[in-house]
């Protein structure tokens, strides 16, 4: 079937996939937003009140409907999954998540989609695993959010300590999107000079600026029970990229191939997107320490996903 290159579908319309859906919507990027959700009355409430802000901005439909709607579609945004409580781990939910993730791909699929999947879903680099290999879509189809948002939340507490706003900030958080992620110090540029060179004698707290970034999520749950605002529009900056066939290098999970020795799991490494999804992935320059800790974080998600494998119900 053909893709309606217009059409974005979200599957989970929770404070994630609305909240994404309403980014969108503001955006202008898509003609057509379609919410599914298994609990259709949450869909519909959740397309009828971003519908209501829509005449109000850009031109666009928004509605709830059904995987049906999947098979033209440019995206399907994967936001379906189970959500953390207080400090519950992104890879304690793994078990959940990876269910739901399994039903929804299996849906998805089953509508005869061919376009590219954005996985949200929780923890993100093995629930981007489990979903591509049960789309059965090559792995540069198949895009997690991955350490997007935490790339972001590390450029912004740069930018704060280096007086410089954070769009002035270059720098990678890669790995997994939890505890074992890596502030990959030695890819941080400001206007093309490197961290040490651009501090001169000064001296920054990296360490708390990386345990900062990496409890982030845990500091915004405890205090209003969710995160929605960061990762949408993350979601959207992926989309966006997809969409207007940017060409531009973001750090988002895929399925490694053997960059620093790491294949055969996903997790986060700065990557080329386009319209095709993902074009290229690159390994940039890091440290002895900064690749220890991604081959770490590669084993930890290795053993998430092979946990999972039996886990169909
Ligand atoms: P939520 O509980 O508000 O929403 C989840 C939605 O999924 C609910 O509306 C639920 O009805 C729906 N759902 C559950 N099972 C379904 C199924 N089988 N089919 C269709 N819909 C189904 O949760 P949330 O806060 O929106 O978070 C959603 C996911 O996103 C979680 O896994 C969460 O951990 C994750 N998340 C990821 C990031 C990131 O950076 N990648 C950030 C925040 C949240």
Same mark, same amino acid.
């Given at each position: ?15 994630? /996939? ?67 409580? /207080? ?7 793994? =078990? ?18 061919? =376009? ?58 890669? =790995?997994?999107? /939890? ?113 220890? =800790? ?20």
């Amino acid at each position: 079937m053909a893709v309606a290159k217009d059409r974005i579908v979200i599957v989970g319309a929770g404070h994630v /996939g609305a909240t994404a859906a309403y980014a969108l919507m503001l955006r202008g990027l898509f003609t057509e937003i379609v919410l599914i959700d298994a609990d259709e009355g949450r869909a519909t409430a959740e397309a009828t009140d971003i519908a209501d802000a829509n005449a109000l901005a850009r031109p666009g439909q928004i509605r709830s409907g059904s995987y049906a709607d999947a098979a033209d579609a440019r995206i399907v945004v994967l936001t379906a999954g189970a959500a953390t409580h /207080g400090d519950e781990t992104r890879l304690s939910v793994a =078990g959940r998540s990876a269910v739901i993730v399994r039903e929804c791909v299996a849906n998805i699929m089953q509508a005869g989609f061919t =376009g590219i999947l954005v996985v949200a879903a929780n923890p993100v680099d093995a629930m981007t695993q489990i979903a591509q290999e049960a789309a059965g879509l090559a792995p540069d189809r198949v895009i997690g959010t991955g350490t997007l948002l935490d790339s972001a939340r590390f450029r912004q507490r740069l930018a704060s300590q280096l007086k410089v706003a954070p769009a002035a900030v270059e720098a990678l958080i890669l =790995g997994e999107h /939890g505890d074992s992620e890596v502030a990959a110090f030695s890819t941080v540029r400001i206007g093309g000079v490197a961290l040490d060179s651009f501090l001169g004698s000064r001296q920054i707290p990296r360490a708390t600026i990386a345990e900062d970034v990496m409890r982030a999520a845990y500091t915004i749950v405890h205090g209003k029970g969710y995160t929605s605002f960061g990762i949408a529009t993350a979601i959207v900056r992926i989309c966006e990229a997809i969409r207007r066939d940017e060409r531009v290098v973001l750090p988002v999970s895929t399925r490694a191939d053997g960059a620093f020795g790491i294949e055969g799991v996903c997790l986060s490494l700065p990557c080329l997107i386009g319209s095709e999804g993902i074009l290229r992935v690159l390994a940039p320059d890091l440290s002895e320490v900064e690749i220890e =800790g991604l081959r770490r974080s590669a084993d930890i998600l290795k053993r998430v996903v092979a946990s999972l494998s039996g886990a169909s119900d």
